[in-house]
Structures are given as C-alpha cells and as structure tokens.
C-alpha cells in the first residue's frame, strides 16, 4: 500500500490527543477546482454471426472466458525471434547463429490481431501458441515420424485479414498471461472485411449492497494505570511509523495490546505499521479486530476494506490465479460502509473505483474515481486510473481532459504517470510530435521511467529523428523489465538505424 502518509499524521495526531477517540476520517484539505469530462458511452463493438471483434473481447471478454470462439480482425504484429534476441548493432545472420546454438532464446510464436490496420499492438489482441517450425536442433536429433507428424506452421503475412479460432483465456497452456484476455490458437483463415453491426452500450451489473454494521460492543472496563501504560506504547508506536521505523511500531503496539486488548486505537495503528511492510494477513487481522470494537469509525472500516483488497490481489499474485478472478467482495462492503459513514473518504471511493474497474463495470468505476479526483486532487492515482478507463475504451478526449488536470494539480515524480498517459493518448490520435513532449515531461519528473523512454523512442523513429531514437531504445533494451514485444519492436529499430547510410 502506497501514499500513507495522511493516514499515519492522523494516527500520531489521535493518539495523543484522545486513546478513546477512534482515528479521524482521512479527508483531504486541498482546495482545487476540479471539472471533470462528462462520463462517455461505453460502448461495446456487436458481436457479428458469432465472430468476435478484438476490441470486443478487449473489453468485455470475460462473458466468453474458457470457451472456443472466432475472431475477425487484421494481423497488426508477428513476433520474430531474430529481432527480439536482437543485441545492438548485430547483424541477422550473427542472431540466428545464437539462436540455433541456443532455441530457448526465442518464445514461442504468437501474433496480435486488431480491428483495423493500424491499431497499435499495445491494444491488439494476443493469439499465442501459434505452432512453429522444428528449430535445427529438432531437425537433427528427432525421428523422422515425429517430423513428419509436426503441426503445420501457418502462413502468417503482416496486414492481412483472417478469422483466428481459439480458446479464450486469461492464461495458456505455455504461460503466457494476459488480464485482458489472449487468444489460445487453434487456426486461421482469410477473410474479407465488411460493415461492422452497431455496438452496443454497456450495462454495468448492479453491485451487492452492503449491510449496516453491527453496534459496537460496550467498552469494557480497564484501570486507569493500564490504559495509561497502553497509551504510552500506543504512542510509541505511532511516533516509530512517522519515522519510518515500521518493525519498531508492530512491537510497540503489540505491547499496547497486550496491555490493553480492548484498545481500538492501537489495533488500528497496528494495521497501518503491517500495511507500510507489506503484511497484508497481519494488517487485515488488525483492523478487523479494530472495525470489531468500533464499526462506527468510518476511517476503521476504510483501511479493513483497503487490507482485504490488497490481500486479496497479494495471493492471488502468489498463487498465479489472474486478477480477474479475484473475489473482491468482503473489501467492497467495507469499503462502500466506510463512504456512506463518511462521504468524503477519497480512499474509499478510489479502491471501489478500482474494484469497479476490475469487475467490469466501467459506469460505477468512473463515478467513483471521479469522486475520489474531487475530494483529493492532489493524489494521482484516481486521475490516473480514470484517464487510463477512458483511454482503454477509446474515449481519447475525455481521457485527456482528466489526464491534463492530473499535471495541473500534480509536480515532480506524482505526475510522471499522467504526462505518460497523455502521450499514450497523443499515440491513440496518430499525433506523434505531441507525445514526444508529453514522454518528455514524463522522463524529466521520472528519469526511470521505461515506459515512456521506449515509446518516445518509437515516436523519435517514426517522426525521422533517429538520433534521439537510437538513444532512447538503447536505453529501453538494456533493462530487463522490458517486455518481449516490446524488445522486439525496439531491436528491429535499431537493427534499421544501424542499416541506414552514414551522412
């Protein structure tokens, strides 16, 4: 969990000033006018004579989740071993003498199919465990029939229309993961394109409501010398988390409890300390053991509804189960228990944004991280998270518009993410010069940052400056945090710069 700092000022300040009072409401101060875009028509493409659109799928996939179906679009990407094993500056016949000595450093075949030719492959669909052809190894070494028994390799050509059919799936039998959804090849034909049906408007599911919460319990009775001793732990605990010094305040405020296990303050102080470490097991079970003694105290219920979610996205990272799949309806109710309390918890309304986002239900998510923009402008994750919600489904100029405010209210590092996101959104539009800008803007708040270097790298490129292109690839390929296809469109850049006549 990210960006406490307002939660911890509060604890310091609760604890000292009243140990009954449970935590104030994290209620942002900043005074900033903010005017949102109307919110726009999530519209989804038809479904046509059962033929899926990738854009379809990319947005509401998950109602054909596990099941065969055919997909209609351009093929907009291929991946190409020699360009994605590609080190700077080496030539073709050089990579493939590495790949023969060495097959593993290719991943299997795999292509992105999109709606229309130039759909850029960041939003294409992934058809994956495309079958390849025997590698040198596998020619030499297998019997003759397990050759001649080989899966025939597709003809495969850049820019032509075809019919995929595949199993829709969040994973494939060969690892590869996709949230959004990738396309398990089974086989391919040609197709013509033609009049699309008119899309339909999405309709969110409506969301459970959550209970009231039980009355607290009555407080039960405790000396005056233990409450003070558990108040002066309390404290101690507190003090420790503003400096930083998060084992310290676990241990202090595990003796605050030991001393007084009735104080809900301490439970909730504990909660924060195991958030800052990443204990999202400890940090649940302390702030439920704090809404437990105080269901009243809306800034309780936020951080058990905040814990749950980040449980529940932890294990499921651990367990490799997709997002998509997580359940995430105990950290709902807590959270929707938490704003109803208290209105104005930006928190509360950014995470059910999030979990809006995550379940597909795009109306709800852009009610609730529009508010959440509102009552703290200064905080980039809601802008961010709505500008990207807007972007995925195409609504550029609404996405823009809350991208914009975010760098408005937003300096330094905090607006690096949106200055990203405008450029991406410059991309969208086919305008290149402007989103070298924006990437630009995004490397100055953020030198690290290695998405924009290698989509200005790109833009650089394409716009003729291959200069600056080859200095921001360069620079993307060295890191190993880049992704494969991302690799590969950097390395075929390079290997152009590199072929291109010396001035």
């Not at 799936?169 to 993961?177: D, F, G, Q």
């Amino acid at each position: 969990m990210k960006r406490l700092g307002p939660i911890l000022l509060l604890i310091a300040h609760a604890a000292v000033a009243d140990p009954l009072k449970p935590a104030a409401p994290e209620i942002a101060t900043t005074q900033v006018k903010i005017t949102l875009p109307a919110v726009p028509a999530f519209a989804v493409p038809a479904i046509d004579n059962g033929i899926h659109d990738p854009r379809e799928l990319r947005l509401a996939g998950r109602a054909v989740l596990d099941t065969e179906i055919k997909v209609r679009g351009y093929i907009i990407w291929v991946y190409s071993c020699t360009e994605d094993a590609a080190r700077p500056g080496e030539r073709p016949a050089d990579v493939q003498k590495r790949i023969d000595a060495d097959p593993t450093l290719c991943e299997r075949p795999k292509l992105y199919l999109g709606a229309t030719k130039d759909t850029r492959p960041e939003r294409g669909l992934w058809v994956v465990d495309v079958p390849r052809a025997p590698n040198v190894a596998e020619k030499k070494n297998l019997p003759k029939a397990e050759l001649a028994a080989w899966p025939k390799v597709p003809k495969i050509v850049l820019g032509d229309y075809v019919v995929v059919t595949g199993d829709w799936k969040l994973a494939s039998p060969h690892s590869e993961r996709n949230s959004d959804g990738l396309l398990v090849w089974k086989s391919i034909a040609p197709a013509k394109p033609g009049t699309a049906p008119a899309p339909t408007e999405t309709i969110d599911s409506p969301a459970m409501q959550p209970g009231l919460p039980p009355p607290s319990p009555a407080e039960a009775q405790v000396s005056i010398k233990v409450r003070a001793k558990s108040i002066t732990e309390l404290n101690a605990c507190a003090a420790a988390i503003v400096q930083k010094l998060y084992v310290d305040g676990v241990t202090y405020c595990q003796h605050a409890l030991a001393t007084w296990p009735a104080n809900h303050l301490a439970h909730y102080t504990l909660a924060v300390a195991a958030s800052l470490t990443g204990d999202w097991k400890r940090a649940v079970e302390s702030a439920s053991a704090a809404v437990d003694l105080r269901a009243d105290a809306p800034q309780y219920q936020l951080l058990l509804g905040v814990a749950l979610y980040e449980r529940a996205v932890a294990d499921a990272r651990t367990a490799n189960v997709d997002l998509t799949k997580v359940n995430y309806e105990e950290a709902r109710a807590h959270l929707s228990i938490a704003t109803a309390q208290e209105p104005k918890l930006w928190r509360g309304h950014y995470y059910l944004g999030r979990i809006a986002r995550d379940t597909g239900r795009p109306h709800d998510a852009a009610g609730e991280l529009g508010k959440a923009i509102v009552l703290n402008p200064a905080e980039p994750g809601p802008y961010v998270a709505l500008s990207e919600l807007y972007r995925k489904w195409d609504a550029l100029d609404a996405a823009f518009v809350v991208a914009q405010q975010g760098t408005t209210n937003l300096a330094g590092a905090a607006a690096a993410d949106l200055f990203f996101v405008i450029g991406m959104i410059f991309d969208d539009k086919g305008q290149p010069q402007p989103a070298i800008e924006a990437y630009g803007h995004a490397l100055a708040a953020m030198p690290t940052h290695l998405k924009a270097q290698f989509q200005r790298g790109q833009d650089y490129f394409r716009a003729g400056d291959f200069a600056n292109a080859k200095l921001d690839l360069e620079a993307a390929v060295k890191s190993p945090k880049l992704p494969a296809f991302a690799r590969q469109v950097a390395n075929s850049m390079l290997m152009d710069i590199a072929a291109k006549p010396k001035k």
